[in-house]
């Protein structure tokens, strides 16, 4: 039975998370990706932050039915028959990588994934799903966060965050299309970061240095640069992390 190893993605609105998992199944064979943000539940039972409607916590999200996606990824190696993706419907823009880049990672992936470990651990049987969200690895989450293979945590500053955040036309949702009202992001969306994310940090400073303690018991791999480097910069660091994390499964009950 076909078995998919799962790649979480994670990090604060706007840190590139959609832009590298795109990249990363134009890269890696045999890849899909799936978005926590195909979970949210209906706009009207959103609850409120501050007077807004909060699209950036963990009760927006539908976590029994992203679980059970999971799960069926897990079992059998592909997207659940009845998930249909709008977010995939979201323009993204420019990736800020040379084609060039792109297509000598594609070469070189190729060639890992067809001998030695990267045969044992990437394929038709093993693919690779990239689950792209924004609340992946949060205490408020562990279900979800037990339920992934490899996690990335990518990193932006307050004030990156929220220049690319506030320059996004909006999204679209079940509802139709949703655009981010006026100081959405320093009255939801960051505090929101911190409070599920302060506990990756030392003091709690998710613009300082990560807890090495908590991040190695959780297995994370957080993109170093602390949001400081440049989407190529972080596309070649995360190709070597997904290959090294791949092949550290060589021998699991899944292979």
Same mark, same amino acid.
């Given at each position: 039975?076909?078995? *998919?190893?799962?790649?979480?993605?994670?990090?604060?609105?706007? !840190?590139?998370?959609?832009?590298?998992?795109?990249?990363?199944?134009?890269?890696?064979?045999?890849?899909?990706?799936?978005?926590?943000?195909?979970?949210?539940?209906?706009?009207?039972?959103?609850?409120?932050?501050?007077?807004?409607?909060?699209?950036?916590?963990?009760?927006?999200?539908?976590?029994?039915?992203?679980?059970? *996606?999971?799960?069926?990824?897990? =079992?059998?190696?592909?997207?659940?028959?009845?998930?249909?993706?709008?977010?995939?419907?979201? !323009?993204?823009?420019?990736? @800020?990588?040379?084609?060039?880049? #792109?297509?000598?990672?594609?070469?070189?992936?190729?060639?890992?994934?067809?001998? @030695?470990?990267?045969?044992?651990?990437?394929?038709?049987?093993?693919?690779?799903? $990239?689950?792209? @969200?924004?609340?992946?690895?949060?205490?408020? $989450?562990?279900?979800?966060?037990?339920?992934?293979?490899?996690?990335?945590?990518?990193?932006? !500053?307050?004030?990156?965050?929220?220049?690319?955040?506030?320059?996004? !036309?909006?999204?679209?949702?079940?509802?139709?299309?949703?655009?981010?009202?006026?100081?959405?992001?320093?009255?939801? #969306?960051?505090?929101?970061?911190? =409070? =599920?994310?302060?506990?990756?940090?030392?003091?709690?400073?998710?613009?300082?240095?990560?807890?090495?303690?908590?991040?190695?018991?959780?297995?994370?791999?957080?993109?170093?640069?602390?949001?400081?480097?440049?989407?190529?910069?972080?596309?070649?660091?995360? $190709?070597?992390?997904?290959?090294?994390?791949?092949?550290?499964? $060589?021998?699991?009950?899944?292979?």
């Amino acid at each position: 039975m076909p078995q *998919a190893t799962i790649l979480g993605l994670s990090g604060c609105s706007s !840190s590139g998370k959609t832009t590298l998992s795109r990249l990363l199944r134009s890269i890696f064979p045999h890849t899909f990706i799936l978005h926590e943000d195909d979970f949210y539940k209906p706009e009207e039972s959103l609850p409120f932050r501050n007077g807004l409607r909060d699209w950036d916590c963990a009760s927006s999200i539908d976590m029994d039915g992203m679980r059970a *996606a999971l799960k069926y990824i897990h =079992e059998y190696g592909a997207l659940p028959h009845w998930l249909e993706s709008k977010e995939d419907q979201n !323009s993204v823009g420019p990736s @800020g990588v040379d084609e060039a880049v #792109v297509e000598r990672l594609q070469t070189e992936v190729r060639q890992w994934a067809i001998q @030695g470990a990267g045969r044992m651990v990437l394929g038709e049987e093993k693919p690779l799903a $990239v689950l792209d @969200g924004f609340l992946l690895f949060g205490e408020s $989450v562990k279900g979800v966060r037990t339920s992934i293979d490899i996690k990335i945590l990518l990193r932006a !500053s307050y004030a990156k965050a929220k220049e690319r955040r506030e320059s996004r !036309s909006g999204y679209v949702t079940l509802e139709g299309f949703w655009e981010d009202p006026p100081g959405y992001v320093d009255m939801v #969306v960051w505090p929101n970061y911190m =409070e =599920e994310h302060g506990f990756l940090f030392e003091g709690g400073n998710v613009e300082g240095t990560v807890d090495e303690k908590v991040i190695d018991q959780l297995g994370l791999k957080v993109c170093p640069g602390q949001g400081d480097w440049g989407m190529e910069k972080v596309l070649e660091w995360a $190709v070597e992390t997904v290959k090294v994390e791949l092949e550290g499964r $060589v021998g699991s009950d899944q292979a």
